[in-house]
């Protein structure tokens, strides 16, 4: 699950938890938790949020 892992690798890297993740993006907490666990497919507002709170593309967060 390569969102999964690289949204898991971009927080861990950052030294961030998901709550801080969640705020700085924008997005539920619970929502991060999921994605991390492969267990939801993420909305396009969401995923766009994410990638830039994380300074990276979309494509980049994807695969």
Known sequence: ???????AR????DG???QEVA???KVPPALVAA???G????PPKSLRSLAAYFGVGVDTLMR
């Open 16 to 18: 961030k938890t998901i």
């Open 23 to 25: 705020d700085g993006a």
């Open 1 to 7: 699950m390569p969102l999964a892992d690289n949204l």
């Open 39 to 42: 267990r939801v497919s993420v």
């Open 35 to 37: 994605i991390e666990a």
């Open 10 to 13: 971009l927080r861990i890297t």
